[in-house]
């Protein structure tokens, strides 16, 4: 489910529980709703407040995280690409087709890291090597030095081609990344529950309604957040491709 629908079943949750909290102050006796009750609310809703907080801040500190590590993968995919271009360059015009090929993959290596969002889609396709892949490296292998200074270079081509291979399957290998159900079940019940006790002995009028419809879309908003980050390829806040697409300017 996209990160939109899953805050809007959030905000339908908590807004609910807001409503069903001001529905409960008009049908229960007025000795449940005493002084004391509503202190002894207060300060239960005040630990359970305390925790949904600290969850929260954690799960976008954690997301945040998540985002930094895949845009700084594809940043270093980029500069992996770049170096092996130039590697190529120095070696000699030998290798133009080579540098002719390392251009098309680089589209491709794009649209599948942008499509394949997913580990299990992922790991059908990203940790098999395509016949392109294999025949790239083929032809780098079959490269015949001729000089101690290309003997290097070569050298140095074949590991920088075994980096951007390692940070490729690393992206991958990190796809499943998302929020596990029970935690975010929880931490909805959470946000619910505390709403409904301020419903619950607040008389419901125009400013406290939109007072609390301001806070369900804050609290929801906050979640729509954390679903982003934890989906960098897609949705209102993706990893921008053009970096790695542009890398190589056209021979």
């Avoid at 406290?208 to 980050?229: K, Q, R, T, Y």
């Amino acid at each position: 489910m996209s990160a939109l629908g899953l805050s809007l079943i959030a905000f339908a949750c908590i807004f609910g529980a807001t409503l069903l909290g001001a529905y409960l102050r008009t049908v229960l006796p007025m000795h449940h709703l005493s002084t004391e009750t509503k202190e002894t609310v207060r300060l239960s809703m005040g630990v359970i407040g305390t925790m949904a907080a600290l969850v929260l801040g954690l799960l976008i500190a954690s997301a945040k995280t998540s985002y930094d590590a895949k845009a700084n993968q594809i940043r270093q995919l980029t500069v992996n690409i770049i170096v092996i271009d130039q590697l190529f360059t120095q070696y000699g015009p030998e290798t133009y087709p080579l540098r002719e090929l390392l251009r098309g993959g680089v589209a491709a290596l794009a649209d599948k890291i942008w499509s394949e969002r997913d580990l299990a889609t992922a790991t059908k396709t990203a940790f098999a090597m395509s016949a392109e892949a294999e025949g790239f490296l083929r032809r780098v292998e079959a490269l015949n030095p001729q000089t101690e200074t290309q003997r290097g270079l070569k050298a140095r081509i074949i590991t920088a081609i075994t980096d951007l291979a390692q940070t490729r399957l690393l992206l991958y290998a990190q796809a499943d990344n998302s929020i596990p159900l029970p935690f975010l079940v929880l931490l909805i019940f959470w946000l619910a529950i505390i709403f409904a006790s301020f419903s619950l002995f607040v008389a419901p009028n125009p400013v406290v309604i939109a007072s609390f419809l301001v806070c369900a879309i804050s609290a929801s908003g906050a979640l729509f957040l954390i679903f982003e980050l934890v989906t960098p390829f897609s949705g209102l806040m993706p990893i921008s491709d053009a970096p790695l697409r542009h890398a190589l300017a056209p021979l």
